[in-house]
């Protein structure tokens, strides 16, 4: 399946550098490798939207997030190791609105990786895209609020908690909350005294 590029401009390939990670623009031919990585009960389990059940799924998840791509709507990263190569997360930018510059950004590592810093190393990198290159002004995070280790990488990094809106998805057979956060570009920029943020780097 191909989807029609009529958009080059949002289609250009991304490449972000910190010291150890390089998050680049997603490939299809990625997705092996990422379903790897997602499977595992842990990494899905606050996050339905990366249970991928087999390949095939993952393609035509591939397919519906290109749609998002080339409108402009989303920007979809793999978070690779610079010392093995391997993929071991994905990141992304979506429901981008270009008109209040504003998107939510979401993020997952694959859980052989967790406990290395990884995630805080390459969700700086992608806060400083999101404000940096395409100038947006807010940033949204939506976290079950049982994923205690999600809160503290966005509590880390500036964001603030801005409510909780009950029950307000359905999820393995039963009603959830989801926490909403947000970071504005000023805060990111200038963050507190004390503030402990990893930087990215190239």
């Known amino acids: 399946m191909t989807v029609p590029n009529n958009h080059?401009?949002?289609?250009?390939?991304?490449?972000?550098?910190?010291?150890?990670?390089?998050?680049?623009?997603?490939?299809?031919?990625?997705?092996?490798a990422i379903f790897a990585c997602y499977d595992h009960p842990e990494v899905g389990?606050?996050?339905?939207?990366?249970?991928?059940?087999?390949?095939?799924?993952?393609?035509?998840?591939?397919?519906?997030?290109?749609v998002d791509v080339l409108a402009g709507r989303a920007k979809q990263f793999v978070i690779i190791s610079k010392d093995t190569g391997a993929v071991i997360g994905t990141s992304v930018l979506f429901n981008i609105d270009a008109t209040h510059r504003n998107a939510e950004i979401g993020?997952?590592?694959g859980r052989q990786f967790w406990g290395h810093g990884y995630v805080s190393e390459a969700v700086s990198a992608v806060i400083d895209h999101a404000f940096g290159e395409l100038e947006l002004h807010r940033l949204n995070a939506s976290?079950?609020?049982r994923n205690f280790a999600s809160n503290k990488v966005l509590v880390r990094f500036g964001f603030t908690h801005e409510g909780t809106?009950?029950?307000?998805?359905?999820?393995?057979?039963?009603?959830?909350?989801?926490?909403?956060?947000?970071?504005l570009a000023h805060e990111w920029r200038?963050?507190?005294?004390?503030?402990?943020?990893?930087?990215?780097?190239?």
């Open 8 to 32: 080059p401009e949002h289609d250009r390939p991304i490449q972000l550098k910190t010291q150890r990670l390089l998050i680049r623009t997603m490939l299809e031919t990625d997705l092996s």
């Open 45 to 66: 389990k606050y996050t339905p939207p990366i249970r991928w059940p087999n390949l095939e799924h993952a393609v035509t998840w591939y397919h519906r997030r290109r």
């Open 107 to 109: 993020y997952a590592l």
């Open 143 to 145: 976290i079950d609020p």
């Open 165 to 183: 809106t009950r029950q307000s998805y359905f999820d393995a057979g039963k009603f959830t909350d989801c926490g909403i956060y947000g970071l």
């Open 190 to 202: 200038n963050p507190p005294v004390g503030a402990d943020r990893t930087p990215s780097s190239g």
